[in-house]
C-alpha cells in the first residue's frame, strides 16, 4: 500500500493497486460523521467503438448502452434490487453515466463496511435476461421522452450537435428510442465484461473509516480470472474537425422567455494529466474574469436587462474534447452573443486585467479549499480526475503555478468568433 501526501492541502490519501488491477484509493477524513465510497469504470457514452477483450475485431454497439448497463446493474439473481439491501442498511445510493464514465456510490453515517462489500458485490454481479433487457426498454424510451420534452436538456445537445461534426459527445447519453430497442443481452454482456473489468475500474473511500478494513473488503473481490483481464481496451472515435458542424439551431417550446447556450469549440485537444489540468483551470480562471458577476460584460448584460440571475458559463475538459458553454435566459440571445464576442475582441485587443487575474486566481483557491469540507465533492472528482490521469490532489499546486500571460493566451486560442456557435429555445 502506498501513502501519498499532500502537505498544501494537509491531506493524504492510500492507494493500492489489488491484483486483479483495480484502483482503491482511500482518504481519512478524521471527525467527519459522513462517509462516501464510489465505484466508478472508466466507460461512458462516448465508447461506441472497441475490440472486446479477448477479441481481434473491432465492434460496435447501440447508442445508450453505457446507460442501459447502469439501469440493468442494480437487477439482481432472484429478483432483488440493488437499492433495496442500501435501504435497509440506511445508506443513500445512487449511479451516473455521462460521456466518459460510468459510477456507482453510496453515502451513509452507519453500516458503512456492509455498504461497501454490497457496492462491490453487485456491481460484480451482471443478471442480464431477453426479458428484463425487454422490460428495461420501455423504462428508458420514457425516461428520454422525458429528456426530449425538457428545454434546458434541449438547449444544451442542440449546443453540442451546433459544435461537433462526428464525435459521440453530440449523441444524447442515454440514446435515441431507435438505438436502445437494438440493445441485446450479448451486447450488454460484451460491454460489461470488456469495461467492467477491474483493469478499468477504480474504488474510492473518503470519511472516518480505518484504512485497513477498506483495503480488506476491497482484496476480497478478486474474483476474476486474472489471465483474461490483461489486454488493453482498444477503443475508437471519429475524426473530429477543428470546425464547428453549424453556427445556430434553433427551436421551439411552450416556454416565457428564450433559452440559449453560447458555445466555443475547443481545438487544443488530445493532452491530459497535468497539461490538461493546466489548460482546464486556465479556461476556468479566463471565464471569471470575462464573464462572471463583476465583470464589464456581465453589467452591461445585466443592466440592459438581457440577462437574469440565471446567467452562468463553464468549461468542460476531456482528453479528446473540451467545450465552453455560456447559458441562461434571454428576450434577445443574439445580443447577449453580439455582446460577449464584443468584449472577447477587445480584451484580445487591450489585453486583460492583471488585477483581475490576481483576485480571480485568489477566489479559486479558497473556493477549492472549501469543496473539501465536502466527501461528495471529493469523492466524484477524484475519480472524474483520475480517468483523465490526474491527481486531484495537484489542483491547488497547478492553480498557485499559472501565470497572467498563459490565461492571455487562452483567450486568444480558445475563444474565437469561427469556433462559437449558438443554441436557442424560443417560446412557441
Not at 440506511?90 to 462489500?117: I, V
Not at 462491490?120 to 428520454?144: A, L, R, S
Not at 450537435?161 to 442515454?174: E, F, H, S
Not at 483523465?388 to 491547488?396: R, T
Request: aromatic share 14%.
Amino acid at each position: 500500500m502506498e501513502k501519498i501526501v499532500n502537505d498544501i492541502l494537509k491531506e493524504e490519501v492510500y492507494y493500492e493497486k489489488l491484483q486483479n488491477g483495480l484502483d482503491v484509493y482511500f482518504m481519512p477524513k478524521k471527525g467527519f460523521t459522513k462517509k462516501f465510497a464510489v465505484l466508478a469504470t472508466n466507460y461512458g457514452s462516448n465508447d461506441l467503438e472497441f475490440i472486446p477483450i479477448n477479441e481481434k475485431d473491432k465492434f460496435r454497439v447501440n447508442e445508450g448502452i453505457a446507460h442501459f448497463l447502469e439501469h440493468k446493474m442494480f437487477e439482481q439473481p432472484g429478483g432483488g434490487n440493488a437499492f433495496d439491501k442500501f435501504s435497509k442498511l440506511g445508506a443513500s445510493a445512487n449511479a451516473y453515466t455521462n460521456f466518459t464514465m460510468t459510477a456507482y456510490l453510496f453515502s451513509c453515517t452507519d453500516n458503512f463496511y456492509e455498504s461497501l462489500e454490497h457496492l462491490i458485490d453487485y456491481v460484480q454481479t451482471p443478471y442480464f435476461t431477453e426479458e428484463n433487457v425487454e422490460k428495461e426498454k420501455g423504462i428508458i424510451e420514457q425516461e428520454i421522452k422525458m429528456y426530449n420534452d425538457d428545454p434546458d436538456w434541449n438547449v444544451y445537445f442542440n449546443c453540442l450537435k451546433a459544435m461537433y461534426v462526428n464525435y459521440p459527445v453530440k449523441v444524447d447519453i442515454a440514446g435515441t428510442v431507435e438505438s436502445i430497442y437494438k440493445i441485446t443481452k450479448d451486447e450488454l454482456y460484451t460491454c460489461y465484461n470488456t469495461f467492467y473489468n477491474p483493469g478499468n475500474m477504480t474504488l474510492f473511500v473518503v470519511g472516518d473509516v480505518e484504512v485497513d478494513k477498506v483495503m480488506e473488503i476491497a482484496r476480497k473481490s478478486n474474483n476474476y480470472d486474472i489471465e483474461k483481464l490483461k489486454t488493453d481496451i482498444k477503443r475508437f472515435y471519429p475524426e473530429e474537425p477543428s470546425t464547428v458542424n453549424q453556427k445556430e439551431i434553433v427551436v421551439k417550446f411552450p416556454i416565457s422567455m428564450s433559452m440559449f447556450n453560447i458555445g466555443f469549440k475547443d481545438s487544443n485537444v488530445g493532452i491530459k494529466g497535468k497539461e490538461l489540468l493546466r489548460k482546464e483551470v486556465v479556461t476556468e480562471i479566463l471565464l471569471d474574469m470575462i464573464l462572471k458577476r463583476g465583470s464589464e460584460a456581465f453589467e452591461e448584460l445585466y443592466m440592459k436587462g438581457l440577462i437574469n440571475d440565471n446567467f452562468g458559463c463553464g468549461f468542460t475538459s476531456q482528453i479528446d474534447y473540451g467545450y465552453t458553454i455560456i447559458g441562461g435566459e434571454s428576450n434577445n440571445p443574439r445580443e447577449v452573443k453580439d455582446i460577449i464576442i464584443k468584449y472577447i475582441n477587445k480584451y484580445q485587443k487591450e489585453g486583460l486585467s492583471k488585477l483581475d487575474f490576481n483576485r480571480v486566481k485568489k477566489k479559486k483557491i479558497g473556493q477549492f479549499l472549501k469543496c473539501f469540507d465536502s466527501v461528495n465533492f471529493i469523492a466524484n472528482n477524484f475519480i472524474a480526475y483520475k480517468f483523465k490521469d490526474i491527481n486531484l490532489l495537484d489542483y491547488l499546486e497547478v492553480i498557485k503555478e499559472i501565470e497572467f500571460k498563459e490565461v492571455e493566451e487562452r483567450l486568444k486560442n480558445h475563444l474565437r468568433e469561427e469556433s462559437c456557435v449558438i443554441s436557442i429555445v424560443e417560446p412557441k
